[in-house]
């Protein structure tokens, strides 16, 4: 495994190439949630089966409480500002959305994270036996002068490199 700033970069890169047709033999299916500490959160979708494509895509402003649809080939543009954060890292601990992460995170670290969670499964049909790729990734993101070296009882929550998770994962491959 990698760096978590690195498999955001992969990631991005895999979202870049979903935006664009693809061919029969090729599916996936991705979500993409990314709460900014101005408390604006973005929230897309996407799926492709035999060479069509639908996304979509949602900007809700949680103060004001104004909700825009955005095209779903939007989600790389909305995202890629996640990669400004001065610390990266992959969220490791038991909770499962934005809103709770940052909750337990604000917690802990008294500083407001940046959450970005990504699923992404892709299907390669032509390959006997077809196999699936999944990504599952939690990624918080801090600004400079946040201590995310944290004590003991704190640490394992975030981690920075070196991704083994039974459930976050980045590129799981699953024979079907």
């Known amino acids: 495994m990698t760096d978590a700033r690195t498999a955001f970069q992969d990631m991005l890169a895999q979202l870049t190439a979903l935006t664009y047709p693809c061919d029969n033999g090729f599916s996936f299916r991705f979500s993409v949630e990314y709460l900014k500490r101005g408390r604006i959160c973005y929230q897309f979708r996407g799926l492709s089966c035999n060479g069509l494509a639908d996304l979509a895509g949602y900007r809700i402003n949680m103060i004001g409480g104004m909700i825009s649809a955005l095209p779903g080939s939007a989600v790389?543009?909305?995202i890629d500002a996640f990669e400004d954060n001065a610390v990266i890292a992959f969220y490791v601990?038991?909770?499962?959305?934005?809103?709770a992460i940052t909750t337990e995170l604000l917690a802990m670290f008294a500083a407001m994270p940046e959450v970005?969670?990504?699923e992404l499964e892709t299907i390669q049909a032509h390959d006997r036996p077809s196999h699936a790729s999944l990504t599952r990734l939690a990624l918080v993101g801090f600004e400079q002068g946040t201590a995310v070296s944290s004590p003991r009882d704190k640490s394992y929550h975030l981690c920075v490199d070196d991704l083994l998770h039974p459930y976050w994962?980045?590129?799981?491959?699953?024979?079907?």
């Open 76 to 78: 790389v543009p909305a």
């Open 93 to 99: 601990g038991g909770k499962f959305q934005t809103g």
């Open 116 to 118: 970005l969670l990504v």
């Open 169 to 176: 994962c980045h590129d799981r491959y699953m024979l079907l």
